[in-house]
């Protein structure tokens, strides 16, 4: 994939776990943009500061970005590509320090909280920071006796700190689902996955004839996630992935028929499956 005067922006520090994601899919020498938040990945797109985004929809132990998704709703971005990256977490310390130096480690809580049981088994007392390469960045730039920080091997190159520890986390199945955002619709490269997000009428059986559309032409949901719309209390927007792109013939009948009965539907975009 060329990276000519592509710019790709991501919600962190550099080093964090959503550039390593700029970096699989797109390349080591590509040009990445760290924002602070995620709105402020969308407000770069929109601004033209940034040609794609790289936003974190989904963790295989902790489940949906809820943030993510309330921002695709609100802007018309196409999802263009998802990306899978495993999370492995290193322990991490200035050069010179040795593991049996280290008494307690920095980093975000939802990190901390997947090495815990390796921590403990260490010894080492979990002290929790705002961001994973934030802890790295601030370690590397003002070192404390006895403290590491936990980040990824990119966070440890990008700051110069030394892996004291690959693989700390007590959980190997720690995978990241991130979706490639841009201006424009991807081409079309099978296997495809599309993302609809809609919300059904308030009567009996309004989800089931919705998600019958997809059933009845064979068309397998891969994911499924409500939340409560933030307009009307009591009703709810669902999140819906399935297998296929909205160029085929059954894809677009099924989504004929979603919008027929659903009180509103947004897709987010028919793009490339990752690959396994």
């Known amino acids: 994939m060329g990276n000519q005067e592509m710019i790709v922006a991501f919600q962190g520090e550099p080093g964090a776990y959503s550039e390593q994601a700029v970096r699989q899919h797109f390349g080591a020498g590509i040009q990445a943009l760290p924002c602070r938040g995620f709105v402020d990945v969308f407000k770069v797109l929109q601004e033209g500061k940034a040609t794609h985004g790289m ?8 489940g949906t970005v809820i943030p993510a998704y309330d921002l695709l709703v609100d802007h018309d971005l196409h999802v263009q590509a ?24 920095w980093s975000h809580y939802q990190a901390l909280g997947q090495c815990e049981q390796t921590l403990r088994r260490m010894q080492i007392e979990p002290i929790t920071y705002y961001d994973t390469a934030g802890a790295a960045r601030d370690l590397a730039a003002n070192p404390e006796p006895n403290t590491a920080a936990i980040a990824s091997a990119l966070a440890a190159e990008t700051y110069g700190l030394e892996i ?35 919300t059904t009428r ?12 997809l059933a009845q032409r064979d068309i397998n949901l891969t994911k499924i ?7 009307r209390p009591w009703h709810y927007l669902f999140y819906v992935d399935f297998e296929g792109h909205a160029d085929e013939t059954a894809v677009q009948q099924a989504l004929l028929g979603i919008l027929k009965s659903a009180s509103f539907l947004k897709v987010l975009g028919s793009y490339p499956a990752a690959r396994d």
Not at 83 to 95: D, F, G, K, N, T
Request: proline content about 8%; overall charge negative.
């Open 55 to 62: 936003l974190p929809v989904e963790n295989s132990l902790h």
């Open 225 to 231: 996630e409500s939340r409560p719309r933030r307009d």
């Open 164 to 198: 004291l520890v690959h693989n700390l986390e007590d959980e190997a199945f720690n995978y990241t689902r991130f979706f490639v955002l841009g201006d424009t619709p991807p081409a079309r490269d099978d296997p495809s996955k599309t993302s609809i997000v809609f």
């Open 82 to 105: 998802e990306v899978i990256v495993r999370v492995e977490h290193c322990l991490i310390a200035p050069a010179g320090m040795k593991l049996n130096d280290i008494k307690q480690a």
């Open 202 to 213: 308030h009567q009996p059986g309004a989800l089931f004839t919705v998600l019958a559309e």
